[in-house]
């Protein structure tokens, strides 16, 4: 018998989740989107996950036999080591959740949990835009902006496992007010939602009408390049801290003004001197919404080669098939 190699994906976002069956290479074999309702409770949630990731599995031709584990990719903040959701501004209703718990024991598989914009770009990494590449950054511009580091096929983690919060770079010093506390971060400024709420100030509808505005209205047109100013200023911060060899632009608002981004990514692009031409290049991200799932899922199974699985002891006496991520690697003396 052939060792299983394929994995759930699960792609939670504020709005829908998503879940596929991912086959080693990458390949989506079914897959099925649920809202996402987090005020229903987590009870609620892990039975409608559940028998959605059942139906879904059917559906592929598999059996669990087939599968390595379950990968997550969540909306953060999370804790990928603790497996808990900790992100009251999109899943209201889920803090403390542990997720990584609950799928486990109704599933009966090993469970991995992730930030959402680490899941995307691995999904991207290994089967998109970021083929090829050696150190990539991806950001992922919707309602929000998520930003992540892969480093030779890792995902890159900071002090205590923590996600860096690349969507708040500082562009504008007199920027906006942000809900992290701080002025002029490029999600303040370049969002989904900062679009379509200055275009609102100004009698916009929303972000897709101050985009189709600014062919003909000077004052969409100038939220645009504010926009566009703040894109750049970001993309030459991350080229100079990072010296990534790929910059991949995702997320849903790329996809629907692919354009827009790839210009402003390329003129930042053009005005890096300290570094070879050509040394970093930009792509769009080309898996659009299954880029959740397929990173989600090919994590699974990286972490299932890499990992054998072991038990792991939870407080209430009982205990849960291996789910936690590699631990950070010693540094030696
Ligand atoms: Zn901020």
Sequence with gaps: MKPPRSALGIDIGGTKIAIGVIA????????????????????????RI?????????????????????????????????????????LP??????????????????????????AAALGEYCCGSGRGAERLVMLTVGTGIGGAIIVDGEI????????????????????????????????????GTAIGAAGQRLGFSNAADVFHSAKSDQRAQQILTTAQRALESAIGTIVHSFAPDRIVLGGGLV??????????????????????PNAVTLAAARLGNFAGI??????????????????????????????????PREIPR
């Design 24 to 47: 080693a290479d990458g390949r989506v074999l079914a897959s099925r989107a649920l809202p996402t309702e987090s005020r229903r409770g987590t009870t609620d949630a892990t039975a």
């Design 50 to 90: 559940t028998t959605t990731a059942r139906l879904v599995l059917h559906e592929s031709g598999l059996d669990v036999e087939a599968l390595v584990g379950v990968g997550i990719g969540c909306s953060g903040p999370v804790a990928p080591l603790s497996g808990e959701i900790n992100n009251p501004h999109t």
């Design 93 to 118: 209703g889920w803090e403390g959740w542990n997720i990584v718990a609950s799928l486990a024991h109704t599933l009966g598989l090993p469970v991995w949990l992730e930030n959402d914009a680490d």
């Design 156 to 191: 890159y983690r900071g002090a205590g496992g923590e996600h860096p919060e690349i969507g708040h770079i500082p562009v504008a010093g007199e920027g906006p007010e942000c809900y992290c506390g701080r002025s002029g971060c490029l999600e303040s400024l370049l969002s």
């Design 255 to 276: 996809a629907a003004q692919k354009a827009f981004f790839l210009e402003a990514g390329r003129t930042a692009l053009g005005r890096v001197r300290l570094l070879p």
């Design 294 to 327: 397929i990173g989600a899922g090919r994590w699974a199974t990286q972490r299932a080669e890499s990992q054998p699985s072991r038990r792991v002891p939870l407080r209430d006496g009982k205990s849960l098939v291996n789910t936690l991520p590699v631990p």
